[in-house]
């Protein structure tokens, strides 16, 4: 049986990129070499496209021709680099990148149009789940509980200041969660209990994106849910887990990705209707934005006794720290076959 052509797309401009970076390192050590031929392109910060003559992962620290020469990399256009991938009769596209225009669509759509089979979802679901105002719309819909919330662009903040603080005193009950309506890693989330604080947590948001999210705090257990879909299409809803933040008050990026910075608890031990519960509410989201191949879904299982979602990432992590490597080993899958499993289902699944 031929070998598949794996192309990891890698980098990009978001403030993930080195996660990324990390993610594209662990599925290219994971692919097991016997059933697949490896390569990479790699999106810099600063938005340029590096082809790397030979089958190896790219990193940080010393610039990229540093680390490999200048005849190892090739600098072409986006068009180019995809176009350079089908002449190498690439069978399918790795996304293994974290937020920004890898995560929101865009490169999913960039693909769709070139014809290159890709990992996750597609265009339209993976900008349901980075946008959190839209999907919690979506999850409303579905039955789903999220936390009550109160959204407003930066021109906004920027005119009317003292309108925009009036208004989140008078209808949302604080603590509240300051954060980004399109990131991930908990990149520019703040926690707030007193109003002298709520002007720099909204500047600090407002740093990395066009619309900030002002959201009631719920206090309660934090958990996630991993979803995987076999080649067939069928979903499966990997143990849940419970995380404990260690190196911040709450699962912000530092306790996401220090070692040691979270305790995961997979299984979830929480007793078996809640653990189901939460597996359901991660289908039901999951199937509320239109995910394929993968999704991984965060909630909080408030002291009110109601199961909160929060958010849905279509790239979760696959670093050493990463919840969803962590379900599926839970689960009896271990790293490769999770790999294969995500390759089938791209090469099978067809967005539009």
């Known amino acids: 049986m031929p070998k598949i052509n794996v192309m990891v797309l890698q980098g ?3 403030s993930e990129h080195d996660i990324s970076l990390n993610t594209a390192r662990q599925v290219t050590v994971g692919l097991n070499p016997e059933h697949y031929n490896v390569r990479s392109i790699t999106i810099t910060r600063e938005g340029k496209w590096l082809l790397p003559h030979d089958p190896v992962v790219l990193s940080g620290g010393a610039s ?49 149009l070139v014809g290159l089979p890709y990992t996750g979802s597609g265009p339209l679901a993976s900008a349901l789940a980075m946008d959190k105002v839209r999907s919690a719309d979506m999850y409303r819909a579905h039955g ?70 002002i959201q009631q ?15 067939s299409g069928e979903l499966v809803a990997l143990p849940p887990t419970r995380i404990m933040a260690n190196a911040g ?19 979830a031990d929480f007793d078996e209707p809640l653990n189901k519960a939460i597996q359901e509410a991660a289908v039901t989201a999951h199937r509320a934005l239109g995910c394929s191949g993968m999704s991984r879904t965060d909630v909080i299982v408030g002291d009110d006794g109601v199961l909160y979602v929060l958010e849905t990432n279509t790239i979760p992590g696959m670093t050493p720290t990463s919840l969803l490597p962590e379900a ?14 995500l390759i089938k289902r791209g090469l099978k699944q067809r967005h539009y």
Not at 91 to 108: K, M, S, T, V, Y
Not at 329 to 335: P, Q, T, V, Y
Request: aromatic fraction near 8%; charged fraction near 25%.
């Open 328 to 341: 599926a080993k839970a689960a009896g899958i271990d790293f490769s076959e999770l790999l294969d499993m």
């Open 217 to 231: 705090y719920i206090n309660g257990p934090e958990a996630t849910c991993s979803i995987v879909e076999k080649e």
């Open 249 to 267: 008050a709450f699962y912000d990026y530092k306790s996401k990705y220090a070692t040691g910075g979270s305790t995961h608890v997979c299984p």
């Open 144 to 213: 789903l509980h999220v936390p009550f919330s109160f959204h407003f662009t930066k021109n906004l903040w920027e005119e009317q200041r003292a309108l925009v603080l009036e208004a989140i005193e008078r209808r949302v009950l604080r603590p509240w969660v300051v954060k980004p309506a399109d990131q991930g890693s908990s990149v520019g989330v703040s926690i707030v209990g007193a109003s002298e604080d709520l002007t720099a947590a909204i500047e600090h948001a407002a740093q990395c994106t066009r619309t900030i999210i």
């Open 12 to 14: 990009g401009q978001s």
């Open 64 to 112: 990229l021709r540093e680390k490999h020469g200048k005849q190892a990399i090739v600098e072409v256009d986006h068009g180019r680099a995809l176009e350079k991938a089908k002449e190498e009769k690439t069978d399918i596209i790795f996304i293994a990148l974290h937020g920004g225009a890898g995560e929101d669509g865009r490169i999913q759509a960039l693909l769709e």
